[in-house]
């Protein structure tokens, strides 16, 4: 933990565990997400990945353990201020109401961007839709949208819940939960960069990913998880190598050198995979 430990915590989990179904989903796991910091959590199918973003995000109530922003108990905090400090993509989206577009993504300022003016208001919704690429779908039906423009248009949402958390709370976190499982590369790369700007405005950015090309190049700060547990945390460059791999992955890949600097863990665009001994 030490890269972020560098850096003051804004958002603490101390030893955090979820029992459901006589399994631990999530067995004593810390994490601390610092401002201006992006962290990726990686690790295999039901490795508890998005249940600890649940635990994070107060979706979910931990069985053991606890999560502070900013010092204070998660579960002590109101509704109304918790909305302005953090904003969560969860990994489905489900709605049954004939929304369109630009309703789905007002959703992000309702309630706590009421200081705004209309026009303000109707301003932050268009930037947001654009940023996310989907401003010209803003007259569409939320319901008549492929996977991917709706990842998109639901991305818009957080952005500007975010932004209209701004004037309230000085410190903020944005959490995506597999935010690019639908987007083509191109969508997926832009939403990563943008991801990677609000933590450039100080914003502490959580995301769930997958991809492990992905993870090690847009993370600050990488998180293995494995059957409910945090194996390792650190720089990309440190934490993802061969044993790791073998060890999480249950994967023998052929590596090679990143192109970009500082990153020596990519994996080549062809994967050469067998299955680990």
């Known amino acids: 933990m030490a890269e972020t430990a560098a850096k003051e915590s804004f958002i603490e989990a101390r030893s955090l565990s979820f029992r459901a179904g006589g399994r631990d989903l999530v067995h004593e796991a810390s994490l601390e997400l610092a401002p201006g910091t992006t962290t990726i959590l990686i690790g295999p199918n039901g490795a508890g ?11 979910a109530k931990p069985s053991g353990g606890e999560v502070r922003i900013d010092g204070q108990a998660l579960a002590a905090i109101p509704a109304w201020r918790l909305a302005c400090q953090r904003a969560v993509m969860a990994q489905h989206a489900r709605l049954v109401f004939p929304f369109s577009v630009y309703e789905v ?6 309630g706590i961007g009421r200081a705004m003016t209309r026009l303000r208001r109707d301003a932050l919704v268009g930037e947001s839709l654009a940023a996310a690429g989907v401003l010209d ?21 957080v952005l500007c819940q975010i932004e209209a958390g701004r004037s309230v709370a000085s410190r ?27 933590a450039s405005r100080g914003v502490a950015v959580l995301i769930v990913l997958h991809d492990l090309n992905l993870a090690v190049t847009y993370a600050d700060h990488l998180v293995v998880m494995d059957q409910g547990r945090i194996i390792t945390q650190g720089a990309p460059a440190k934490t993802l190598d061969d044993a790791l791999l073998r060890q999480v992955f249950k994967v023998d890949l ?6 970009v600097p500082g990153l020596p863990f990519l994996l080549p ?9």
Do not use: N
């Not at 903020?172 to 609000?198: G, K, N, T």
């Open 49 to 59: 990945k998005s249940t600890l973003l649940k635990l994070m995000t107060g979706e």
């Open 105 to 110: 993504a007002s959703l992000g300022v309702d």
């Open 137 to 157: 779908l803003a007259g569409r039906a939320y319901q008549t949208l492929s996977g991917g423009e709706q990842q998109r248009v639901q991305f818009a949402r």
């Open 172 to 198: 903020q976190a944005l959490f995506l939960d597999e935010p690019i499982a639908s987007l083509d590369l191109c969508h997926q790369l832009a939403l990563l960069d943008m991801a990677r700007a609000v």
């Open 254 to 259: 052929s590596l090679s050198r990143a192109p």
């Open 269 to 277: 665009q062809q994967h050469r995979v067998s299955p680990a001994v």
